[in-house]
């Protein structure tokens, strides 16, 4: 594969839609920056365990502190909200899961937008999937097609004509193709944590922890998280 000679910008939370677009960002580009962001979430290991897959990925990081608890409300957020037991029981009357944060993504992606203007960065890479999400308003891509409009707009994309272009790779794959596409590029998952209710080892209950172990079962393969656990003696 011809590596595409610019740098790119990841949106990294250490989950595993994230670590593969990692992945895939450090095969498509010269060089990539993984910006993690810490929002105040209840899921605050995602971070540490984060920072972990960069440093042995060899990739840069870069670690935003930009609290959220203040501003919106979500089950991710606010400790006295409960975590959905099962997908299923996650959406609320309106259809919006209650593990959603508002404008979450809108939010990450302005960040990234900026930390990668100031440092000459037009690429920036997103882990959005739109198949296990489908009730996420900001994982979508035509979401994704306004806010490289809105960037491209309101940067000075519009004065020299570099343009910026957010690349979501695995806006159309399931949680299977995904870990599939990660599994081809070399992706350890073993660090990757992705349960909502905030601990190294998953609860296997969540939303989350529900997609992910669902998805692991169809490629019938344990998870190299709960591979590594055990081998530790936390399982």
């Not at 790119?8 to 498509?28: N, Q």
């Not at 037009?122 to 806010?147: E, R």
């Not at 940067?155 to 695995?170: C, D, N």
């Not at 989350?208 to 669902?214: G, K, L, M, N, Y």
């Given at each position: 594969?011809?590596?595409?000679?610019?740098?790119?910008?990841?949106?990294?939370?250490?989950?595993i839609?994230?670590?593969?677009?990692?992945?895939?960002?450090?095969?498509?580009?010269?060089?990539?920056?993984?910006?993690?962001?810490?929002?105040?979430?209840r899921?605050?290991?995602?971070?540490?365990?984060?920072?972990?897959?960069?440093?042995?990925?060899?990739v840069?990081a870069?670690?935003?502190?930009?609290?959220?608890?203040?501003?919106?409300?979500?089950?991710?957020?606010?400790?006295?909200?409960?975590?959905?037991?099962s997908?299923?029981?996650?959406?609320?009357?309106?259809?919006?899961?209650?593990?959603?944060?508002?404008?979450?993504?809108?939010?990450?992606?302005?960040?990234?937008?900026?930390?990668?203007?100031?440092?000459?960065?037009?690429?920036?890479?997103?882990?959005?999937?739109?198949?296990?999400?489908?009730?996420?308003?900001?994982?979508?891509?035509?979401?994704?097609?306004?806010?490289?409009?809105?960037?491209?707009?309101?940067?000075?994309a519009?004065?020299?004509?570099?343009?910026?272009?957010?690349?979501?790779?695995?806006?159309?794959?399931?949680?299977?193709?995904?870990?599939?596409?990660?599994?081809?590029?070399?992706?350890?998952?073993?660090?990757s944590?992705?349960?909502?209710?905030?601990?190294?080892?998953?609860?296997?209950?969540?939303?989350?922890?529900?997609?992910?172990?669902?998805?692991?079962?169809?490629?019938?393969?344990?998870?190299?998280?709960?591979?590594?656990?055990?081998?530790?003696?936390?399982?």
């Amino acid at each position: 594969m011809n590596k595409n000679n610019e740098r790119a910008v990841v949106l990294f939370s250490g989950g595993i839609d994230s670590t593969t677009a990692l992945y895939w960002a450090k095969e498509t580009f010269a060089d990539a920056v993984a910006m993690m962001v810490n929002y105040a979430q209840r899921h605050h290991i995602e971070v540490e365990m984060a920072q972990r897959i960069a440093r042995q990925l060899k990739v840069r990081a870069h670690l935003v502190q930009f609290p959220l608890k203040d501003i919106v409300y979500s089950a991710l957020i606010d400790k006295n909200k409960e975590i959905p037991e099962s997908l299923a029981t996650s959406k609320n009357e309106e259809g919006v899961p209650f593990t959603y944060v508002p404008f979450r993504n809108g939010i990450f992606l302005s960040l990234a937008a900026a930390f990668a203007e100031s440092r000459g960065i037009f690429h920036i890479v997103t882990g959005f999937n739109l198949i296990d999400t489908p009730d996420y308003p900001d994982t979508t891509a035509a979401f994704s097609k306004k806010m490289e409009a809105v960037i491209n707009e309101g940067t000075s994309a519009s004065i020299t004509g570099r343009r910026f272009k957010i690349h979501t790779p695995l806006i159309r794959k399931s949680k299977k193709e995904i870990i599939e596409m990660g599994l081809q590029l070399g992706a350890d998952y073993s660090y990757s944590v992705s349960c909502y209710r905030g601990s190294e080892i998953p609860c296997l209950k969540c939303p989350s922890c529900d997609i992910r172990s669902h998805a692991f079962k169809q490629l019938n393969r344990e998870d190299p998280l709960i591979t590594r656990l055990k081998k530790e003696g936390k399982l």
